[in-house]
């Protein structure tokens, strides 16, 4: 691009691209010593008025099954994929799922739901402003029962095969 008439393109082509955490780096937007050990405390680390909310869906969480831990915080992440970053740098010391919600971003890690998963609930969270419901959405997505796949995938190749016999049954029998 040599010369550009529209100055957002140019913009966009002259300033320094924001990037995100690289590899053993910790987030310079937040303080992160704090974040990781009030985390290590009780699962929990975000302003005061959430504290309490978040505890209760951690707690609930862990009911079904999910060692969750949830990090709010109203620090500005410069890009989307820096709640997903802190959340897997967090997880690196942590065992379960992180849950790092920012005013404008969302994102988690976890040593035992697969992406997909995470992901899913990560949309479904963020459809929620607030940070304790948008948590338990979170929490309430990622434990959900998954459809019998196996089960369905069972039984549609046994009604295949049983239509295949019937049919070859109904032709040999029209022959005759």
Do not use: C
Not at 39 to 49: I, K, T
Not at 150 to 169: D, N, R, T
């Amino acid at each position: 691009m040599d010369n550009s008439d529209d100055s957002v393109t140019t913009l966009a082509y002259e300033a320094e691209p924001v990037v995100s955490l690289q590899q053993g780096e910790v987030p310079f937007w937040l303080d992160y010593a704090a974040v990781a050990a009030d985390l290590a405390d009780d699962g929990v680390s975000a302003p005061e008025p959430f504290v309490e909310g978040l505890r209760t869906v951690v707690t609930d969480a862990l009911d079904r099954g999910l060692d969750l831990k949830v990090v709010y915080t109203e620090a500005p992440a410069a890009v989307y994929t820096d709640a997903r970053d802190l959340a897997t740098v967090l997880n690196q010391q942590m065992e379960g799922t992180v849950l790092v919600r920012t005013p404008a971003f969302i994102g988690s890690s976890s040593d035992s739901i697969p992406r997909h998963q995470l992901e899913a609930g990560q949309d479904d969270a963020w459809e929620e402003f607030d940070p304790v419901a948008s948590a338990s959405v979170f929490a309430h997505k990622v434990t959900a029962p998954a459809p019998p796949w196996g089960a369905y995938s069972a039984i549609i190749l046994v009604l295949a095969v049983v239509a295949v016999v019937a049919f070859a049954v109904a032709l040999r029998r029209r022959l005759r």
